[in-house]
């Protein structure tokens, strides 16, 4: 819903979104195995850097991706940005190829959603877009 004026009218206003692709943040070890504290270094300033220019929605974009996060390590990482507040009021798409019948993005969506997030998981890039704005409050 688009914010109201001071007559009551509906004000339309610009939103910036940033959209990161995995290669900003994601980091291997030289065995080519997921690096949790890298990551999650290199993800807590990339949302420094949207904080400070005031962009509240993103898309992450893991299509790819090529390192599998272990299922410990995807809560690991939810549970790093939730405690840092770095995805309170934002609103989160999550882009993505699934690799195997693990469904990590689904795993970390369920996550934050359970504590108030607005976190989307999203298979189809325009999808994530339309949840992002909804035509309706364009």
């Known amino acids: 819903m688009l914010p109201l004026l001071d007559n ?4 339309l206003m610009s939103q910036d979104i940033k959209i990161v692709s995995a290669r900003e943040f ?3 070890n030289a065995k080519g195995e997921f690096d949790l504290e890298e990551t999650k270094n290199l993800l807590l300033t990339v ?3 949207m904080k400070d220019a005031k962009i ?5 974009d893991f299509r790819e991706a ?6 410990v390590e995807v809560l690991q990482l939810f549970t790093h940005l939730h405690h840092l507040g770095s995805l309170s009021n934002r609103k989160i798409a999550i882009v993505y190829r699934p690799k ?5 993005a689904k795993i970390f969506e369920a996550c934050a959603q359970n ?3 607005q976190v989307g998981a999203f298979q189809d890039f325009e999808e994530a877009i ?3 704005y909804p035509p309706n409050e364009l």
Do not use: A, I, N
């Open 66 to 71: 090529s390192s599998k996060m272990l299922g």
């Open 115 to 117: 504590r108030g997030y």
């Open 47 to 49: 949302f420094s850097k």
């Open 130 to 132: 339309t949840w992002l």
């Open 8 to 11: 009551g009218e509906r004000k």
């Open 26 to 28: 994601v980091r291997t």
């Open 56 to 60: 509240y929605d993103v898309v992450l």
């Open 100 to 104: 195997d019948e693990f469904d990590r």
